[in-house]
């Protein structure tokens, strides 16, 4: 396992939630959800996250259908994730199979007693959460980074 800090994001059409986990990579914990319908500004605050948290790479969710397959929303987040590497390089983006998390958050939210109204706020947050959790546990088990590889372009 990689020693170092990383952030994890869900990338939604409304909203982005962001998580963050220690140095050793053992516990992912919500940053922030940011506003997504403005996107040079959502990136433009994910930058400043970055700056200010030293990751030593972010993972980005990749909404899959159940199947494995990729539809618009993952053409949307590889270009989201793509123009993101090139404003925060050289650290690393990754993006990792998301199936399922909103909803894993969402049960998780709603066993924890936050109601529907206040959960849309911070269920994005949750689902990074999670997505950051399954990628540490991916790379724990198999010694290997998670996920795919964001290349630059230029």
Same mark, same amino acid.
């Given at each position: 396992?990689?020693?170092?800090?990383?952030?994890?994001?869900?990338?939604?059409?409304?909203?982005?939630?962001? $998580?963050?986990?220690?140095?050793?990579?053992?516990?992912?914990?919500?940053?922030?959800?940011?506003?997504?319908?403005?996107?040079? $500004?959502?990136?433009?605050?994910?930058?400043?996250?970055?700056?200010?948290?030293?990751?030593?790479?972010? +993972?980005?969710?990749?909404?899959?259908?159940?199947?494995?397959?990729?539809?618009?929303?993952?053409?949307?987040?590889?270009?989201?994730? =793509?123009?993101?590497?090139?404003?925060?390089?050289?650290? $690393?983006?990754?993006?990792?199979?998301?199936?399922?998390?909103?909803?894993?958050?969402? =049960?998780?939210?709603?066993?924890?007693?936050?109601?529907?109204?206040?959960?849309?706020?911070?269920?994005? =947050?949750?689902?990074?959460?999670?997505?950051? =959790?399954?990628?540490?546990?991916?790379?724990?088990?198999?010694?290997?980074?998670?996920?795919?590889?964001?290349?630059? +372009?230029?």
């Amino acid at each position: 396992m990689r020693r170092g800090r990383r952030l994890a994001i869900d990338v939604g059409d409304a909203r982005i939630g962001v $998580a963050s986990c220690d140095p050793d990579g053992v516990l992912a914990t919500p940053v922030e959800t940011v506003p997504g319908r403005d996107v040079p $500004a959502a990136h433009r605050r994910l930058k400043a996250l970055v700056e200010e948290y030293e990751p030593l790479e972010v +993972v980005v969710g990749l909404p899959r259908s159940l199947n494995g397959g990729e539809g618009p929303a993952a053409a949307k987040v590889r270009a989201f994730a =793509q123009e993101m590497a090139r404003g925060i390089a050289p650290v $690393a983006v990754r993006l990792v199979d998301e199936r399922m998390t909103t909803v894993t958050a969402t =049960q998780g939210l709603r066993a924890s007693g936050v109601r529907s109204k206040k959960g849309r706020s911070v269920v994005d =947050q949750a689902a990074a959460v999670v997505i950051l =959790q399954s990628a540490l546990e991916t790379e724990r088990v198999s010694g290997h980074p998670p996920g795919e590889s964001v290349e630059v +372009v230029i």
